[in-house]
């Protein structure tokens, strides 16, 4: 089934079919203001935090209510609707509906009646309130008198559990008040007669408001239970049915804002309002509302800068390939889920209510990389961050904490940090993303400067970029298994994978060996010829310790646990193999050309599904070892056999280094959301963003996808296609053209800008391959190989590469 399609040239996702399997939402602002919103008009905002500065109210897990409630009602046939079809959900035969989400706003248009709505939601570009732009156009013979309301509920308390659970303290805190064009909340209102420095048990008045501009207000209500009426819901609320709010503030009870005004329109005619929703007392909120005087106009031109601040983002990489999914996959929606994970983390999403108190030091520097080659420079800013969370004996702090303070943090040998985040222990994998992540940065900027920034360590001490790496290094190997490969310590990047404190990672070890392999290069740039050499050392013995103890016949096990049984092997009778210790022996460079075909076929015919690779395969039912927490997990989820989405990402980018371009794309289809858009249904999440996992073919309902949005698939896919498929691959001295694409792909044309130059790229593949080079031709001249130094590019390039 298809409830939209996607408008590339407006990037947007249109859904004309609003009863989508799950709300399908839209990310407007950034953590600073942050809202949430799906097509039906559901979510909630928050200031800074999405657990403790929730602003609206949103009930999680449950049927998508409430949200950003516009509605219209006929004030002569006291007929009434809303803007989004929900929550009024007029019969689809008569009421005619779209939801736009774009970049950073979502538009529902709707018409019934012979009335026809625009409502536009967005945050303006780096401000912190929300604007419910609406426009009403009477599209029928005859005058119509109307009235137009809006509906926001507030939280009672900023704090997301307090304001659901602790009932007998969050009611009685609140109340709301009017004033002219606004209903104002004050949560702790009865503190007013304090000194604005001053506090009692570290509270002081809170207000937010929820006001009109470009109409009066003809009637207004603050409470709730006034607004919808006993018995009723926001399907038919009372002050809506009733077509007058009552002119109710609120006092112990649960606030609300709701604002109408009632407004004539001849046939033909069109009116434009808007409601602003933020915190801030009444003084802040009336300079706000007077700047939307002319609201039309200035709605306009905020939804400009919108897209304009977007569109040049992802200007810097565009792609014409015969696939429609892969182009709107990598031009926008990918690209913009990429910028989601990396400035909201895992922060809130209608799976994560906010809850997580920091920024998880591997997702963190994970998601870094699916934003470099876009813009490098806001990654620059974010590893700069990472780095000073790492601790000064070289591991990453596991969570960096919101209020994360470079040089004078505690870290997981101190009992306070444990107890503060949760996190008993130092991870093995932390710090070893960041050399992946750096190399691209660099790579793609040509900054090696960076390495020589001082950049402080999370507890103490600061060094450069550089003595950063060396850091995370020895921290590997300070902290070494019993077979000397690193040890397991807490985790390693599967959540569910405890091998015990001296247990023994393959991935971690891979991730290890590709870390000197990455540290090297910059070694040699800075002549420093002893470290290469001692590198060079470790390096080998970490890959010969790898062949010579996770090497199984035809697969990579997936390491060792602390009383030496090894995990993943052949014989074993439940999970005996692994996709990511395949992959990324490939990533790595540590698979020879031999091992790595087999372990790729083997994942193929053995972890391949219709919806990607699983994460592991049987899944852990009767013979989990204790460490294997994925057992927790119903057969075929999340790391218990799941189709774990990150991992694919990965599968994409190993097969691409193969030059197997057709499986790397199959996988890529797989897995895209895009590619799923006429059987929604089936994997039920947004057709234009990328979810944690998909069910697995141990469980009923294989092909589900779940946890939207936030995880660490943007990032991987991105890389896995940027790198893999389209093969653009820079290096610290320029860049390897190596795409790896199905055999029909006649031809491709990639736009990139790269170190301030503009790349033009024709790929021609007139022989039906999947891989290679047969000539490279830069601005006329033939390149003796597929690699294309960075001198000698000029402003712009004709670069055309025939496979
Ligand atoms: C989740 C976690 C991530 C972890 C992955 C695998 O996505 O956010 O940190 O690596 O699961 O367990």
Redesign the pocket.
Known sequence: MKYGNFDDTNREYVIDRPDTPAPWVNYLGSPEYGAIISNNAGGYSFARSGANGRILRYIFNSFDQPGRYIYIRDDDSRDYWSASWQPVGKDLNNYKSKCCHGMGYTRMTAGYDGISSEALYYVPLGKSYEVWGLTVTNDSAHVRNLTLSGYAEFTNHGNYEQDQVNLQYSLFITRTLFKQNQIIQQIHGNLDALPEDETVDEKNVTERFFGLAGACVSSYCGDREQFLGRYHGYGNPQGILSGDLGNMTSYNENSCGALSCSITLAPGETKTIAFLLGTGGFTESSVLLDGYADPEEMIKQELQELKKYWYEKFDHLKVNTPSSEFNTMINTWNAYNCFMTFIWS?AASFIYCGLRNGY?Y??TVQDIQGIIHLAPEMAAEKIRFMLSAQVSNGGGLPLVKFTHNPGHEDTPDDASYRQDTGHPAYRADDALWLFPTVYKYIAETGNLEFLNETIPFADKEKASVYEHLKRAVAFSLAHLGPHGMPAGLYAD????LRLGADGESSFVAMQFYYAMTVLKQFAKCRNDAEYVKYLEEKQEETGAAIQKLCWDQDRFIRGYTEAGERIGAAGDPEANLWLNPQSWAVISGLAGAEQAETALTNVYEQLNTEYGALLMNPPYHTDAFDGALAVIYNQGTK?NSGI?S?SQGWLVLAEALCGHGERAFTYFMENAPAAWNDQAELRRLEPYCYG?FTEGNASEHQGRSHVHWL??TASTMMVGCVEGILGLRPDLNGITLSPAIPKDWTCLEIEKDFRGKHLHILIENPNGREAGCEKLMLNGNEMTSNYIPASFLTDTNEIRLIL
């Open positions: 895992r998880g591997r997702d990047w599967n959540d569910c790391e774990f990150q944690q995880t660490g």
